[in-house]
């Protein structure tokens, strides 16, 4: 179905011991975007900021097509392809663990993952964002990959050799591992049995209108700029 999620660079993380997949789904039950997770019919959960917070690093235009259309017609997608299923009423974030590697449940996988994706990657940004992770989180980042600076080189790196679209992502995985790693088209560590803490779209449809193919750039600047580490705090003491 999907295209594979490829790879990883982690190292062990002693502080919270095992996670299993089903701790982690109820985790983002409860921490993730909580409009996202409630049942079907799923409605898209409001931009945390307004449309024009992310400027200039993501303009308002950008945001309009992203959230207005490519989020939105995930959300109104995936609601169609439940209706009258079994999973009407699940919630969004048990729903793509359930449909997950499944050649016959792609269509609502890829929309499950995206509408979920999404919502999540709104929470990951935050105008004012950037500089220094909380204390915790920034110890683990030095632990594991030896800074905060080489943490968000990792991610860069993923991002910018993610083959097509995809997501790069921050996440703690089934062992209490932190991970940077990249996943393709819909995928997501979510389905993985992995706990994410933060993500960045490197679907076209994120940077073009305002940095036609220069993926580096519109990376570079999220990171620098606009990346939520109190988010990714949050996910982790949840984790
Ligand atoms: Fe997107």
Same mark, same amino acid.
């Given at each position: ?21 089903a ?26 900021y ?9 303009t308002?235009r ?37 449909t ?14 995206q509408? $979920?994706? /999404? =919502?999540? !990657?709104?929470?990951?940004m935050?105008?004012? *964002? ?7 989180? @920034?110890?683990?980042?030095q ?26 992502w921050?996440?703690v ?29 490197? $679907?076209? /449809? =994120?940077? !073009?209108?305002?940095y036609?193919?220069?993926? *580096? ?6 990171l620098? @700029? ?14």
């Open positions: 179905m999907k295209t594979a999620h490829s790879t990883h660079s982690s190292g062990t993380i002693h502080r919270r011991g095992f996670i299993g997949a701790g982690a789904t109820a985790a983002l039950a409860a921490g993730g975007p909580a409009a996202a997770a409630a049942g079907a019919p799923y409605r898209q959960p409001p931009l945390p307004s449309e024009n917070a992310l400027e200039p690093v993501i308002s950008t945001l309009s097509f992203h959230y207005g259309k490519h989020h939105r017609g995930y959300v109104n997608n995936v609601n169609e392809l439940v209706k009258g299923t079994d999973w009407a009423g699940m919630p969004l974030d048990q729903l793509v663990v359930q997950a590697d499944n050649p016959e449940y792609a269509a609502v996988f890829n929309n499950a993952a509408a $979920w994706n /999404h =919502a999540f !990657y709104w929470n990951s935050r105008p004012g *964002g950037g500089g220094e992770p909380p204390a915790e989180l @920034k110890k683990m980042m632990d594991v990959f030896g800074g905060v600076k080489a943490c968000c080189k990792k991610l860069a790196d993923a991002a910018g050799s993610q083959f097509g679209s995809g997501w790069a921050l996440a995985d089934g062992h209490g591992t932190l991970n940077v790693l990249k996943t393709a088209n819909a995928d997501t560590p979510l389905a993985r049995g992995m706990t994410p803490l933060l993500t960045i779209d490197v $679907w076209e /449809h =994120a940077y !073009y209108l305002d036609q193919n220069r993926r *580096g750039a519109y990376v570079a600047a999220v620098d @700029k606009l990346i939520n580490w109190d988010f990714a705090m949050r996910n982790l003491e949840r984790a």
